[in-house]
């Protein structure tokens, strides 16, 4: 599993990589523009679809019942299921892609209701070429779920660079024009063409694995496993995804550029969760999922992947967290900083992602714990979760982004620093109702001494922040590019330093994958 994970977090950081490029260069020529805006709102539309049948979903319905398949040596079974569950899929999103597109004008005044009509009409447009280009990352998220279920995971992981490249490269040609609008438009025409070459990348690989095209299966009980799982974990999806949506609708009555800066915020944030969240998680799915296969002894074959795989969370996300809280500014200013995007926007980025972070140890715990859940076939209660979830994230955004800004008398933009911490916030929730209910059905979620080991890595993390914001405020009239590197440098030193030295293994884990990746 270690492995896997390890594939998965250096295909990620390439890919991360490509898109942190990507976002620099779109920050460059739009900044907090009305187009940048337009953008955010028009591609938070089509990843509904995303929400509904992409990589988590599908993956949560199709890689336990394929997984267990391919454990009990039923290759035939297992390759008549993916082409005919793959079918299905494909059906359902080319429908959706044809609808979204017809119906674009329709959903722009719905999701962002507080857009002048020359902003919505431009959101309209970029829903239009967007739909199709989600729809395509939604398809391959069928070509991920084969993958990984043959525990090939570098490759889907990767593959976003194609996409990343695109669009930064249609950014640069249409950047020198200087108009934000075409600008806009172009990155949605590279979204476009670098979805396409995604799929069609993986395919070859993909099929090497399933072979020609079948039809039908010959138990249909796999499939009505599959069907089973995927209606709750669709709907989880979908309420991940109102969640957002309530946001652009909250964001767009902050104030212009609020949409903007919450979306620089969130990419920010999305980064460790993809680098060892993501790696772990699909990692720790096919191996779940094939212990389950013994059910006799499903508690205890569940309990080392799983307890391996929340050490190495906290390990990874805590540290992530703190730097994030407190030294947010150099983050966003090295990514972002430059032509229209501004120091003071850095600093709202920072406001923002520090009030999310509160709630990232949470949220990559819970996810682990969704996980089991799926591995056990039971998609019914990180649903439930996911209900609370919305509700607190709905309730205390709109409370902390609006009244209580107006009320405190500060620039409006600090309200999407309110939708942050309702993240945050909503996540620990989430969280703790998933671990509550894995301990009603296994009698244990967490590994001894856990509770001990986040209290020691909150307080390593906290030693290396203060070390690093001093060596901030020394580098302070250096460029935010070098000075991040300085600055982030010494917290990541430190703070490798000081677990290996108090012990914690996770910390010689990473040695050992250091030394690994050195020899090769």
Request: charged fraction near 15%; include cysteine; hydrophobic fraction near 55%.
């Amino acid at each position: 599993m270690r492995r896997g994970a390890s594939h998965v977090t250096v295909a990620v950081s390439l890919s991360r990589v490509a898109g942190l490029v990507r976002e620099r260069f779109f920050a460059h020529y739009l900044g907090t523009s009305d187009a940048a805006d337009a953008f955010g709102a028009a591609f938070r539309i089509p990843t509904l679809m995303e929400s509904v049948l992409g990589e988590r979903v599908f993956s949560s319905a199709f890689i336990p019942r394929y997984s267990r398949l391919l454990a009990e040596g039923a290759q035939e079974e297992a390759r008549r299921l993916a082409w005919v569950v793959g079918s299905i899929h494909a059906l359902i999103v080319t429908a959706l892609v044809v609808a979204g597109v017809l119906s674009a004008p329709l959903l722009v005044g719905w999701i962002a209701p507080g857009f002048d009509a020359a902003k919505a009409d431009l959101t309209v447009r970029l829903v239009r070429l967007l739909f199709p280009a989600v729809g395509l990352l939604v398809v391959g998220a069928w070509c991920l779920g084969v993958l990984n279920s043959h525990r090939r995971f570098f490759l889907p992981y990767a593959v976003p660079i194609l996409s990343a490249v695109s669009i930064t490269v249609a950014l640069a040609l249409a950047g020198r024009t200087g108009r934000a609008n075409q600008v806009a438009v172009a990155a949605a025409w590279g979204a476009l063409v670098g979805a396409a070459l995604q799929v069609a990348v993986q395919l070859p690989a993909v099929l090497a694995l399933v072979g020609a095209p079948r039809a039908g299966v010959e138990d249909p009980q796999h499939l009505r496993e599959v069907a089973r799982n995927a209606g709750p974990a669709t709907v989880r999806g979908l309420i991940g995804r109102l969640g957002t949506w309530v946001e652009v609708a909250i964001a767009g009555f902050v104030s212009t550029g609020a949409l903007a800066l919450l979306n620089y915020s969130q990419l920010l944030y999305s980064l460790p969760v993809g680098l060892f969240t993501v790696a772990i998680s699909a990692a720790l799915l096919p191996e779940l999922s094939a212990a389950t296969a013994d059910q006799a002894t499903v508690a205890e074959r569940l309990r080392g992947p799983l307890d391996s795989a929340l050490r190495h969370t906290a390990f990874l996300l805590v540290a992530c967290a703190v730097a994030f809280i407190t030294l947010g500014d150099v983050i966003a200013a090295a990514v972002y900083q430059g032509g229209q995007f501004t120091s003071e926007d850095a600093r709202f980025v920072w406001a923002i992602l520090g009030a999310s972070s509160v709630g990232l140890v949470g949220a990559s715990m819970g996810g682990l714990h969704a996980t089991a859940f799926y591995a056990l076939g039971d998609a019914m209660t990180p649903l439930k979760a996911s209900v609370w979830r919305l509700a607190l994230r709905g309730v205390v955004g709109a409370v902390l982004a609006v009244p209580v800004v107006r009320w405190l008398g500060i620039d409006a933009r600090w309200g999407a620093a309110g939708l942050g911490a309702a993240l945050g916030v909503s996540g620990w929730v989430e969280f703790l109702l998933l671990r509550r209910w894995l301990d009603r059905r296994l009698g244990w979620t967490r590994p001894p001494g856990f509770v001990a080991l986040l209290l020691k890595l909150w307080g390593i993390a906290a030693l290396a922040a203060a070390a690093a914001w001093g060596v901030k405020l020394a580098v302070a009239p250096v460029g935010p590019i070098l000075r991040a590197a300085v600055v982030l440098g010494t917290y990541g030193v430190i703070y490798l330093g000081v677990t290996t030295w108090a012990g914690v293994r996770e910390a010689h884990t990473v040695w050992n994958q250091l030394r690994a990746w050195a020899r090769l």
